[in-house]
C-alpha cells in the first residue's frame, strides 16, 4: 500500500504566501527573530452507550501566528482571516508586544542555534485517515462493541468511543527555514461497568489499548487483538467486583506497561522538562524536584533504570519531523543506569544551557493551536527494556508476597513531582511466584526516587508497550499535547500499598 500524501485541501489553503507577507513585515519592524506558523486541526469524536450512538461531533481548528523577539523580548500574536492584510497586521501586533514586553524583560531572548530546512514535508506513518471513513462505519464498530460487552452477566452498562485528529502544520521563520507537516493520530476506547447484587459494589473494566499515532488499520488490523479483549473484559469485571479488598502493607510489585507508562509521564516526563526544572513552569503541578544543578549526580533510580526522550519514535504520540520552532527531532538520553543526564528543551532554554545536547534545542517546542504560542511540551519519554529478555511471567516468579498491576486509572503527583499515588484497572495477588487472583481497592505510594530506586529488574523488548494519553496538560493558558511512553513490565521491590476504601475515611 502507497503511504498517505499531503491533504491537498490543506495544499491547497495560502499559507507560503501569508507566511511571506508576514514575515516580510516583520523584519521591516526589526525583529532579530521572526516565525509564522498556519495550522489546520480537524478533530473527530465519536461516542456510544449501550448499543447507541450518543455522540458524533467534529470540529477544525484554522488560523496562523506570528511570533518574534524584538529588542530581546517575545511578541505573539495570531489571526484567523486569510489575507495579506490581516498577516500583515497580526506581525505588527507581534512586533507591538514585543515593544511593551522589552520594558519589562531582565534577561534577553537569545534562541539556540538550528540549521535550516529548505522547504522539507514530513507525514507521520499511517495507512488510511480515520476521517476519510465513513462516519457511519465507525459508529457501527462503536455499537457492535457495547453490545458485545454487554453480553457479559456481570455488566450493566457499556460505552465506547473513538476521538481521531488530523494535525497540518506549515512553518517558515526569517532563517530561511520552510516546513509543512501532516500527523493523524487516534485513540479508540471501551469500559464496562456493573454492580454486585450481594456486595452493592459498584466498579468498572476498560480497554488496556493505548492511543497511537495510526490509521484506521489499529481498529481493523492485528495492531490490537479487540475481540481478545472485549470476551475477556466482561469476565475480568465479574471477577473484579467480587475480588477481596487489599490489607494495606509493603508489597513487591510486577507492573505491567499499560500502568507503567502514566508513572514515567507523571514522574519522570514532567519533572525532566527543562523549564520546570529551572523555575520558569510551575503550572499544573510543575517545578520539579529535578533541579539542574542535580544533573550527573541525581540518583533517580536503580542501574537497570535508562530512560530516553525521543520525538522520532515510531507510531508516537510526540512524534513529528520538525518541532514548532523549525528544529529537526531527536532522541537522547534523560537518565542513564539510574543516573540524570539529560533534559527536554526547546531553543530558548538550550541557549541558557548551552552545556546540553551541544548547545542545540532537542525539537520540545509545540503549540496545541494557531492561537497559542509555542511552549516547551514533553518528547516520547521512555522506559528501555533489559537486555537478557525476561519476561513478565519471568518477573512474577521472582516475587513471593506482591502485587501485579495493569491498567491505569488514577493518580496524583504533587508540585516538585516527587510524592505520588496511582492506581489501577485490575490487581493480582502473587503468592510464591504465581497469580494468586483478584484484589480490589489497591493503590500504590511512593516518591519519585524511591520508586524508582525499587526497580530491581525489566522485562526483555517483547513485554515493551508503547503507551500515552491524548491529554497531557500544561500552561496558562492552558494547552493540551499527546504524548507516548513506552515501557517495559518491571519489577519493584517493597512498595507502599494502601487500601483506597480505608483512605477515602481519612
Same mark, same amino acid.
Given at each position: ?27 521591516? *519592524? ?23 450512538? $450518543? ?118 521563520? *526569517? ?70 479488598? %487489599? ?59 535508562? %530512560? ?27 537518565? /542513564? ?9 526547546? /531553543? ?46 519471568? *518477573? ?24 505520588? $499515588? ?56 492552558? $494547552? %493540551? ?26
Amino acid at each position: 500500500m502507497s503511504a498517505p500524501g499531503l491533504d491537498p485541501s490543506f495544499h491547497d489553503l495560502p499559507h507560503r504566501r501569508l507566511g511571506e507577507v508576514a514575515l516580510a513585515r516583520a523584519e521591516e *519592524l526589526g525583529a532579530s527573530h521572526a516565525d509564522f506558523r498556519f495550522e489546520r486541526n480537524r478533530y473527530q469524536y465519536l461516542g456510544a452507550r449501550d448499543g447507541v450512538l $450518543q455522540t458524533a461531533s467534529d470540529a477544525e481548528d484554522l488560523g496562523f501566528a506570528v511570533r518574534v523577539v524584538h529588542q530581546g523580548a517575545w511578541g505573539f500574536a495570531s489571526g484567523v482571516v486569510l489575507t495579506d492584510a490581516e498577516a500583515r497586521r497580526v506581525a505588527e501586533t507581534a512586533v507591538s508586544v514585543a515593544r511593551v514586553a522589552a520594558a519589562m524583560t531582565t534577561t534577553p531572548v537569545e534562541l539556540a542555534p538550528e540549521q535550516t530546512y529548505d522547504d522539507v514535508t514530513w507525514i507521520s506513518d499511517y495507512e488510511t485517515n480515520p476521517l476519510d471513513v465513513p462516519t457511519p462505519e465507525k459508529a457501527a464498530l462503536l455499537v457492535d462493541w457495547t453490545e458485545r460487552l454487554r453480553a457479559g452477566a456481570a455488566v450493566a452498562h457499556a460505552t465506547a468511543f473513538l476521538q481521531q485528529v488530523q494535525e497540518n502544520k506549515y512553518y517558515a521563520d *526569517l532563517a530561511g527555514t520552510r516546513t509543512t507537516q501532516q500527523r493523524v493520530r487516534l485513540q479508540p476506547g471501551f469500559e464496562a461497568t456493573g454492580e454486585d447484587a450481594q456486595s452493592g459494589i459498584f466498579d468498572s473494566m476498560a480497554s488496556i489499548a493505548p492511543p497511537v499515532g495510526r490509521g484506521w488499520e489499529y481498529l481493523t488490523g492485528s495492531h490490537w487483538d479487540w475481540d481478545a479483549e472485549l470476551a475477556e473484559v466482561p469476565e475480568l469485571l465479574a471477577e473484579k467486583l467480587k475480588a477481596p479488598s %487489599v490489607e494495606a502493607g509493603s508489597y513487591d510489585l510486577v507492573v505491567h506497561p499499560s500502568n507503567l507508562w502514566l508513572t514515567i509521564h507523571e514522574s519522570i516526563g514532567h519533572a525532566t522538562e527543562l523549564d520546570r526544572a529551572l523555575g520558569y513552569e510551575a503550572n499544573y503541578a510543575g517545578t520539579s524536584f529535578a533541579t539542574y544543578d542535580k544533573l550527573g549526580t541525581l540518583r533517580y533510580g536503580s542501574p537497570v533504570m535508562n %530512560v530516553r526522550g525521543d520525538r522520532t519514535q515510531e507510531h508516537g504520540l510526540a512524534t513529528v519531523g520538525y518541532d514548532d520552532e523549525g528544529v529537526q527531532t531527536q532522541s537522547w538520553d534523560i537518565v /542513564r543506569d539510574g543516573v540524570l543526564v539529560g533534559y527536554q528543551l526547546d /531553543r530558548s532554554m538550550g541557549h541558557l544551557k548551552p552545556e546540553l545536547n551541544d548547545g542545540r534545542s532537542n525539537g520540545c517546542a509545540y503549540a496545541d493551536s494557531p492561537g497559542h504560542i509555542p511552549i516547551q511540551r514533553m518528547a516520547n519519554v521512555s522506559l528501555m527494556p533489559g537486555t537478557d529478555g525476561l519476561t513478565t511471567d519471568d *518477573l512474577i516468579s521472582r516475587v513471593e508476597r506482591g502485587i501485579y498491576v495493569v491498567g491505569d486509572k488514577s493518580w496524583s503527583i504533587d508540585m516538585q513531582r516527587f510524592n505520588f $499515588q496511582f492506581t489501577g484497572q485490575r490487581f493480582y495477588k502473587i503468592t510464591d511466584g504465581k497469580l494468586d487472583g483478584m484484589l480490589r481497592d489497591v493503590a500504590y505510594q511512593a516518591t519519585t526516587t524511591d520508586f524508582w530506586g525499587s526497580m530491581e529488574a525489566v522485562g526483555g523488548p517483547d513485554t515493551w508497550v508503547l503507551g500515552g494519553a491524548f491529554n497531557c496538560g500544561k500552561a496558562q493558558p492552558g $494547552q %493540551v499535547a499527546a504524548v507516548s511512553h513506552g515501557c517495559p513490565s518491571a519489577l519493584f521491590r517493597g512498595v507502599n500499598i494502601l487500601n483506597t476504601i480505608d483512605e477515602a475515611g481519612h
